[in-house]
């Protein structure tokens, strides 16, 4: 026993069962790849077999949203009748704020009346909770002018914050159908040049695009139906740029329009206006990422630079202060 444990604390033996491990550990390892059998296409067949998984459940996913988008939902009674009874879409609505709500993906007239009705409720919420903080719960020690002048701003954020919220839907809408985009421009090259007319190269693309973007399924979805029943095409495109509010939407819209009226090939206004959307996304993303080093200067300094004049200071500092302690 006295001879194993010494035989195995044996540096020698030590390296050379190191040795062997790692030699026996990259036979293994060049081996492997050539003993395997190929599984390439069982790979490539479960891969396709969860793409169309993925599909089927993203289409039955943008359906059942496009239903209940294309639903024109009634507003409620009591909304609808204090909006009636203060006129309070004469007085706080108009062209752009309908413009907006269909850009934010709300359509019919429930979202306007919630929209006012909120933008009417909200400030009287929000000033009747501050004055019961200031004036009756909290014991602020403020002059009665500055406690009233609180209660007001109040009540202006609570009157713009739909305003807010709605602008926060249609930037983010906006961003999803703008990353997505070009793709769909491409998929509608493609079915456009192997023989599908506009409508069928839409409904393809709307129905292929879902698993990218909804928002992008359904304006493309909303403009196969205007597509169908509108008397002119250029209305349908028209209201696919209005709805979207995005240039590169509404150059291809225009594109679309001058191509169908002059004759010229859709596969070739296609191709060049997914190019131009490409490099108009690569050239957001390479000003963002040359924004990048303004933005880091000041978390630089705030987290990185104390603690480098830490690290840095440290051994002098403590070096000193054993030599005063020893003095």
Same mark, same amino acid.
């Given at each position: 026993m006295e001879s194993f444990i010494a035989t195995v604390r044996?540096?020698?033996? %030590?390296?050379?069962?190191?040795?062997?491990?790692?030699?026996?550990? +990259?036979?293994?390892?060049?081996?492997m790849p050539l003993l395997s059998a190929d599984k390439l296409d069982s790979r490539m067949k479960a891969v396709s077999v969860e793409r169309e998984?993925?599909?089927?459940?993203?289409?039955?996913?943008? &359906?059942?949203?496009?239903?209940? @988008?294309?639903r024109r939902a009634e507003p409620k009674k009591y909304m609808r009748d204090l909006?009636?009874?203060?006129?309070?879409?004469?007085?706080?609505?108009?062209? &752009? /704020?309908?413009? *907006?709500?269909?850009? #934010?993906?709300?359509?019919?007239?429930?979202?306007? /009346?919630?929209?006012?009705?909120?933008?009417?409720?909200?400030?009287?919420l929000a000033f009747t909770l501050a004055a019961l903080y200031l004036f009756v719960i909290g014991e602020v020690d403020r002059p009665p002018a500055i406690k009233l002048l609180i209660c007001i701003v109040a009540a202006y954020a609570g009157f713009y914050a739909p305003v807010?919220?709605?602008? &926060?839907?249609?930037?983010?809408? @906006?961003?999803?159908? *703008?990353?997505?985009?070009?793709?769909?421009?491409?998929?509608? %090259?493609?079915?456009?040049?192997?023989?599908?007319s506009i409508e069928a190269a839409f409904r393809k693309v709307a129905e292929e695009i879902g698993i990218q973007s909804i928002e992008l399924a359904e304006e493309l979805s909303l403009t196969t139906a205007e597509l169908s029943f509108l008397p002119?095409?250029?209305? #349908?495109?028209?209201?696919?740029?209005?709805? /979207?509010g995005l240039e590169g939407v509404r150059a291809?819209?225009?594109?679309?329009? &001058?191509?169908?009226?002059?004759? +010229?090939?859709?596969? /070739? +206004?296609l191709r060049t206006m997914a190019q131009e959307n490409r490099d108009m996304r690569m050239n957001e993303a390479e000003k963002k990422a040359a924004? %990048?080093?303004?933005?880091?200067?000041?978390?630089?300094?705030?987290?990185? %630079?104390?603690?480098?004049?830490?690290?840095?200071?440290?051994?002098?500092?403590?070096?000193?202060? #054993?030599?005063q302690s020893g003095g």
């Open positions: 044996d540096p020698n033996v %030590l390296l050379a069962v190191s040795v062997g491990i790692a030699i026996f550990a +990259t036979i293994v390892s060049f081996a998984r993925i599909r089927s459940r993203e289409r039955a996913r943008l &359906q059942q949203e496009s239903r209940s @988008q294309m909006v009636d009874r203060l006129s309070l879409r004469r007085a706080l609505a108009d062209e &752009q /704020t309908e413009a *907006k709500l269909r850009m #934010a993906g709300y359509r019919g007239e429930a979202p306007m /009346t919630a929209l006012l009705f909120a933008r009417f409720v909200l400030p009287c807010l919220f709605l602008s &926060q839907k249609v930037s983010k809408r @906006q961003l999803s159908v *703008k990353r997505a985009f070009p793709d769909a421009l491409d998929l509608l %090259l493609i079915c456009v040049e192997s023989g599908m002119e095409r250029k209305m #349908a495109y028209e209201n696919l740029a209005s709805r /979207t291809v819209c225009l594109s679309l329009i &001058q191509s169908e009226r002059y004759g +010229t090939p859709l596969g /070739t +206004t924004a %990048l080093p303004p933005k880091l200067t000041v978390p630089m300094i705030v987290f990185f %630079l104390p603690v480098l004049f830490a690290v840095i200071m440290a051994p002098a500092i403590i070096k000193v202060m #054993a030599i």
